[in-house]
C-alpha cells in the first residue's frame, strides 16, 4: 500500500453522512443540506437527447485527447464567455470531471525530489478547500500550506500570509474563483501578484473554475485565463483552468469538463 495514504483526511462527505445519520428532522421544516453541492435542477432535455443520439459509438474506444467536435466546442465557448480565441488541438483538453484532473495535474508538476533542504516541494491551498486539492497534494508528496479566508475581504483567501520562504518552495497553487463555499471572486490586481509569484518562483497554477456560471452580478465572474490575457501574459505560461458541466449544466453524473491553458502542461 502507499504510505502515504495515512496522510488522507477522512473525506468530508462521508464523515457528514455519519454525523447526521439517525437524525429525525422537523416535518414544519426543509432541510437545507450543506453536504455534497448537488444540483437541484434537472438535467436539461436536449443534453439527454444528445446522449442517447451518441449511443451508437459506445463500440469504439475515445480519443485520449477527446473528439476533435468537443475541442472545438470547448474552445467555442470559451471565446463566447470570455473573449479568447484557443488553439482547440494544443490548448484544450478534454476531462473525465475537472476532479480528476485536479488530481492528475499535481500528479504531473509535483517533483518530491526538490527542496529536500526545506522539507520537500509545496503545494498552496485556499481554506476553506475543495477536499481534493489536499489529497492531491499529500499523494504527490508534497506538503500542503493553507491561505486562510479573511472575512474583512469577502472570506477571499489571504495570499499576502503566505511568507516568501514557502513561495519559494512551491511548485502547484490552487486557486478557485468563484470560491467554494464563499463565492468569492478573485479581482483583476490579484491576479497580477499571484502571476508575479509566479514568474518569480517557477509553480503552477491550477484555476478551479466548477462556479465560473453562477453569479448574481450582470457581469460575469473574471476567469483565470482572461485576467491573464488582460495582463499580456500571451500563452498562458504556468496557468491551467478547470471547466465543469457539472454544476452550470445540472450533469455531476455526466463527469465531463475540460481545461484549457499552457499548451505545454497540457501536452505534458
Known amino acids: 500500500m502507499n504510505p502515504l495514504l495515512s496522510t488522507l483526511q477522512p473525506y468530508p462527505f462521508e464523515r457528514l453522512?455519519?454525523?447526521?445519520?439517525?437524525?429525525?428532522?422537523?416535518?414544519?421544516y426543509r432541510p437545507i443540506s450543506l453536504g455534497i453541492g448537488e444540483p437541484k435542477h434537472p438535467t436539461p432535455q436536449f443534453i439527454k437527447q444528445a446522449l442517447v443520439?451518441?449511443?451508437d459509438g459506445l463500440a469504439s474506444y475515445p480519443a485520449t485527447a477527446g473528439e476533435p467536435a468537443l475541442r472545438t466546442a470547448c474552445a467555442n465557448w470559451v471565446q463566447r464567455r470570455y473573449g479568447l480565441t484557443l488553439d482547440a488541438n494544443t490548448q484544450i483538453l478534454p476531462v473525465n470531471g475537472s476532479r480528476e484532473a485536479l488530481f492528475a495535474l499535481a500528479q504531473v508538476v509535483i517533483d518530491p525530489t526538490q527542496h529536500r533542504e526545506a522539507g520537500g516541494p509545496t503545494v498552496v491551498s485556499?481554506?476553506?478547500?475543495?477536499?481534493i486539492y489536499e489529497g492531491a497534494a499529500l499523494l504527490s508528496g508534497a506538503t500542503v500550506v493553507?491561505?486562510?479566508s479573511d472575512p474583512a475581504?469577502?472570506?477571499?483567501?489571504d495570499w499576502s500570509r503566505i511568507p516568501d520562504s514557502t513561495w519559494a518552495t512551491t511548485q502547484l497553487l490552487f486557486v478557485c474563483s468563484p470560491g467554494n463555499p464563499t463565492g468569492a471572486v478573485m479581482p483583476l490586481d490579484e491576479w497580477?501578484?499571484?502571476?508575479?509569484?509566479?514568474?518569480?518562483?517557477?509553480?503552477?497554477?491550477?484555476?478551479?473554475?466548477?462556479?465560473?456560471?453562477?453569479?448574481f452580478r450582470d457581469e460575469p465572474p473574471l476567469g483565470g485565463m482572461e485576467a491573464a490575457a488582460r495582463l499580456g501574459r500571451e500563452g498562458f505560461p504556468?496557468?491551467?483552468?478547470?471547466?465543469?458541466?457539472?454544476?452550470?449544466?445540472?450533469?455531476?453524473?455526466?463527469?465531463?469538463?475540460?481545461v484549457a491553458g499552457d499548451a505545454a502542461l497540457l501536452k505534458a
Open 126 to 131: 485556499p481554506n476553506p478547500f475543495y477536499q
Open 146 to 148: 493553507y491561505a486562510n
Open 53 to 55: 443520439d451518441a449511443l
Open 192 to 215: 497580477r501578484k499571484l502571476f508575479a509569484l509566479s514568474d518569480r518562483h517557477g509553480f503552477v497554477i491550477a484555476s478551479d473554475e466548477c462556479y465560473s456560471e453562477i453569479y
Open 153 to 157: 475581504r469577502n472570506f477571499a483567501a
Open 17 to 28: 453522512k455519519g454525523l447526521t445519520q439517525g437524525i429525525t428532522l422537523n416535518p414544519a
Open 238 to 258: 504556468r496557468l491551467v483552468s478547470f471547466t465543469s458541466l457539472s454544476k452550470r449544466s445540472n450533469v455531476p453524473g455526466l463527469r465531463s469538463g475540460f
